[in-house]
């Protein structure tokens, strides 16, 4: 069957690594995305590899914005059953440094946008008694991470909100998984390292037992089952798809 996934912040990074495995399972993929542009690049994409794709641009922080993106998507595609929230903001501020300004919208963008952009959609899943919400957090709300109380904050919450809906959902054909990486070479990855705020590559695959950075398909390859019918009995759960860096 080919049921229709939206993944936000999907048009670079682990999103649009996303949206290409859940192509390639055959869903009918609606990228989100800030930047209209990138989302309509990646959608094209998908369409020139056999895919059925739309892109549509929202901020995940505005209600409204998502709203009608997600209306945009119903009227292309059909119902959503399949949603990844990929979009996020990161950085690092000394914890004395921290203004209420980026505190305030590192938590709109990664946590009420998650928010947001479940609430807009669930009740399409609810109505077809299947559904699938893998979030995207971090091994940052696991932890903690140095300089990053904002960012670790919003992470964590991810994590509570998405074990609190599998409850929630469970009964109604609907799971809710998180992904938190660890390392994985991203552009917001490198964008860290060529301010300084991270060390280079090879440094940080010595923090990994495996050896290595994650990739997207690292990450992407696991979201897409837990998509799956065959993914049905694994709701709440904490996926750590990071070579072995937070056990």
């Known amino acids: 069957m080919s049921r229709v996934a939206v993944v936000t912040g999907g048009a670079s ?15 009918h993929v609606g990228v989100l995305d800030l930047d ?20 549509v641009a929202a901020d995940v922080s505005d209600r409204a914005a998502v709203d009608k993106a997600l209306g945009e998507v119903r009227a292309a595609l059909g119902p959503i059953e399949i949603l990844v929230t990929s979009a996020g903001v990161s950085g690092f501020v000394p914890f004395e ?54 960012y670790s904050a919003s992470k964590g919450g991810v994590i509570a909100m998405t074990k609190t809906l599998a409850l929630e959902y469970a009964a109604k054909g609907i799971t809710v998984n998180t992904i938190p990486p660890f390392t994985a070479d991203t552009p917001m990855m490198r964008t860290m390292q060529e301010s300084k705020y991270l060390p280079p590559a090879e440094v940080l695959a010595r923090m990994v ?17 837990l998509c799956t019918d065959e993914a049905g009995y694994v709701t709440g759960q904490v996926i750590g798809v990071n070579g072995g860096a937070v056990t």
């Open 13 to 27: 990074g682990l999103g649009l690594s996303i949206c290409e495995h859940l192509a390639r399972q055959g869903r």
């Open 36 to 55: 209209a542009a990138a989302a309509e690049e990646a959608a094209s994409a998908l369409r020139a590899s056999g895919a059925k794709a739309v892109g």
């Open 97 to 150: 440094e921290l203004t209420a300004d980026v505190w305030a919208r590192t938590l709109a963008v990664n946590l009420t946008g998650t928010f947001n952009c479940v609430q807009s959609a669930i009740g399409d899943m609810v109505a077809g008694g299947w559904g699938r919400i893998v979030t995207i957090s971090s091994a940052a709300g696991q932890t903690g991470a140095l300089r990053q109380v904002h």
């Open 209 to 225: 037992p495996a050896g290595r950075l994650g990739t997207g398909d690292d990450i992407a390859a696991v979201c897409a089952f």
